[in-house]
C-alpha cells in the first residue's frame, strides 16, 4: 500500500489500481460536533415531550411543529456529516473493464461502473482560497467538496471529498494515467 498524502493511500496491481480516500480526522473537531449534536438531539426530544406533555396554544403548537420541521432537517444533514467524518471513505478502483466508484459508510455502499468510453472531460478543481466556496466546503457540517470530476453520459460526476490541491493533483495525475494505461488494453 502506497500513500499520497495522509488521505489517500493506494495499491496498484498488473490488472488493477484501487484507491481509498479517508475523511479528514480531526479529533477536537469530532469532539465538539458530536458534542453539538447530543444537544441538538436533546433540543429535539424535549421540544416532542413539550408537544404531547403540556398544555400548549395553538400558535405555540404551530411554532413548535415548524420548528421541529428545520430540526429535523439540519439533525439529518449534521448526523449524515458526522458519520461520514467516523465511518466513511471513498474507494476507486480501475482496471481493464471500468472507473469504479464507491462511496462507502462503514462496509455499505455500492460501487458504480463507469466505463471508458463513455467518460469525458476528467479534471480537477480547486475553489480560490478567499472565496465563498472554499469557506463553505472547509467547514466541517459540509460533506462535500469533490475536487475531482468527470462528465458521464451527461452528467457531472465527483468525488475526491475535501482534498487540498496537493492531493488532488497527485491523485489526479494517478487516476489519468491508470486510465490511459487500462484503456489501452
Not at 489500481?17 to 480526522?25: A, H, L, Q, R
Not at 495525475?173 to 488494453?185: A, C, D, T, Y
Request: hydrophobic share 45%.
Amino acid at each position: 500500500m502506497k500513500w499520497i498524502g495522509s488521505r489517500i493511500s493506494f495499491e496498484d496491481t498488473p490488472k488493477s489500481t484501487t484507491v481509498i480516500i479517508i475523511p479528514e480526522n480531526n479529533v477536537f473537531i469530532n469532539i465538539l460536533m458530536g458534542s453539538w449534536l447530543g444537544m441538538w438531539f436533546c433540543i429535539g426530544f424535549y421540544v416532542v415531550w413539550s408537544l404531547f406533555a403540556l398544555q400548549l396554544t395553538e400558535q405555540e403548537s404551530v411554532f413548535l411543529y415548524v420548528f421541529m420541521v428545520f430540526w429535523l432537517y439540519y439533525a439529518f444533514r449534521i448526523s449524515k456529516s458526522y458519520f461520514w467524518r467516523l465511518f466513511g471513505k471513498e474507494l476507486i478502483k480501475v482496471n481493464e473493464d471500468a472507473f469504479y466508484i464507491k462511496k462507502s459508510f462503514l462496509k455499505y455502499g455500492k460501487s458504480v461502473p463507469h466505463y471508458f468510453g463513455n467518460i469525458k472531460d476528467f479534471k480537477f478543481e480547486i475553489p480560490e482560497v478567499r472565496s465563498m466556496q472554499s469557506a463553505w466546503e472547509s467547514s466541517p457540517w459540509i460533506s462535500g467538496g469533490e475536487r475531482l470530476s468527470f462528465e458521464y453520459f451527461g452528467k457531472v460526476k465527483q468525488f475526491g471529498r475535501k482534498l487540498n490541491k496537493k492531493e488532488a493533483q497527485l491523485l489526479f495525475n494517478l487516476l489519468n494515467s491508470k486510465i490511459k494505461q487500462f484503456r489501452k488494453k
